[in-house]
Each structure stands twice: as C-alpha cells, then as structure tokens.
C-alpha cells in the first residue's frame, strides 16, 4: 500500500513537472511571434531618416534578437531533453535519479526565466526607442 501511495505521488509530480514543461513550449511559440514582429519592424523603412545612428541603434537591436534567438535555441534543446528524461521517469517512477532530475528542472526553470526576462527588457528597449522615431 505504502509503494503505491508513493507511486502515485511521484506521478502527480511528473505529471506537474509535464504541464510546466508544455507552458514553457507555448511561451516560446508566444515568443517567436513577437521576434518575427520585432524583426519586421527593424527591418521596416517606417522611422524617420534624419534620426541621429539610426542605422547603428537598429543593427543593434538586431544582434541582440539573434543572440536571444540562440539563447532560446538551447534552452528548447534543454527541455527537449528534459521531456525525454521524464518520459523514461514515467517507466521507472521509483529511480534514483529523480533527485537529479529535479535539480535539473529547477536549472532549466531558472534559466527560463531569465530568458523571459531579458527578452522583456529588449522588446521594452525597442519599443521605446522606435515609438519616438516612426514616420506619422
């Protein structure tokens, strides 16, 4: 009885553990979206011409996006592995690298916040700076 009640436990775990990982997936599809608007925008010819480094400011932005768009790269790689490994959890629910598995999660659940976070501050940044300078 006592297996089982822990069994079952661990598997509300994976389960939740599952229901985050598929968020995440749905914020990035969210997120490649907007990178195609931001995108779009900076390659737009909609700002005013005269705008003091126009052209460098705008080049800018671009690096930064292509430097999310790695940084994004990997942690979908991460979590494709991630999925993966709790696919096989959910085969073996009473393993010893569960632990490990965790501490990985919590990792990966870090370092997409981060994203999220950075990918907010630059499309703040763009939106402000390319709010005052297009053409009306």
């Known amino acids: 009885m006592a297996k089982q009640q822990i069994t ?36 737009s010819s909609a700002f ?9 400011r705008l080049e800018g932005y671009k690096t930064k996006i292509e430097e999310l768009k790695y ?13 993966n490994s709790l696919g096989e959890m959910f085969d073996v629910p009473e393993n010893n690298n569960n632990q490990y598995y965790y501490q990985a999660h919590n990792q990966l659940k870090s370092n997409m916040s981060d994203c999220f976070k950075k990918f ?3 499309k703040c940044e763009i ?3 390319t ?3 297009l053409i009306t």
Do not use: A, M
């Open 8 to 43: 079952s436990k661990q598997n509300e775990k994976l389960k939740e553990l599952h229901w985050k990982i598929q968020q995440w997936k749905i914020q990035f599809q969210v997120i490649d979206d907007e990178i195609l608007f931001l995108e779009r925008l900076l390659n």
């Open 48 to 56: 005013k011409s005269n705008t003091p480094n126009l052209f460098e």
């Open 71 to 83: 940084n994004i790269k990997t942690i979908r790689n991460s979590i494709s592995v991630h999925e």
């Open 120 to 122: 907010q501050i630059l």
């Open 127 to 129: 939106f402000n700076y």
């Open 131 to 133: 709010g005052t300078i």
